[in-house]
């Protein structure tokens, strides 16, 4: 069936059209020193480098907490996980969910886009609730921690 604009809904349209996407989400503490301006030192990296590479996603960051998704095209997805893991600027990453499939992207128009914090914590308690590596969940416990330490400023440490 069609909606109103003549395209096909959800479920009819043709999986073999869409593209493969591999998507990353994770969640970090930032590195002592980290604040608003370094952040958006960061969004506006990615927004010039993102585009070229076909990837796309969110940037959450809120009392020393990044919470990110990002998803592109695998090669250059695999390269920025690699980055992201050997950046100074962050550390306990704790990977959330990452997988290729075949989808229509979540931000299509967001290179890197910077969105509030508020909800985070039911994010990262979920994360915690539902992983059994011992590691992720030491490093979501130090998360929630801080989380829990003082309010959560969008863009901002507590």
């Known amino acids: ?7 096909l809904r959800g479920a009819e349209l043709d999986e073999g059209a869409l593209p493969a996407l591999y998507h990353f989400v994770y969640c970090s503490r930032a590195a002592d020193g980290v604040d608003d301006a370094e952040v958006g ?31 592109g095209p695998a090669a250059q997805m695999q390269n920025l996980i690699a980055s992201l893991h050997h950046d100074s600027r962050h550390h306990d990453i704790v ?3 990452q997988s290729e499939e075949e989808r229509e992207r979540l931000y299509p128009n967001w290179d890197m886009e910077k969105v509030e914090a508020d909800d985070i914590r039911l994010v990262l308690q979920d994360a915690l609730e ?10 979501l416990t130090r998360i929630i ?9 969008s863009l901002g440490r507590s």
């Open 95 to 97: 990977t959330l969910s």
């Open 41 to 71: 030192r960061i969004v506006e990296s990615a927004q010039r480098h993102n585009l070229a590479r076909g990837i796309t996603g969110v940037l959450v960051f809120g009392s020393g907490i990044f919470f990110q998704w990002i998803e």
């Open 145 to 153: 921690q801080q989380l829990d330490s003082g309010p959560i400023h």
């Open 1 to 7: 069936m069609l909606d109103e604009y003549g395209f």
């Open 130 to 139: 539902s992983t059994d590596d011992k590691d992720n969940v030491a490093a």
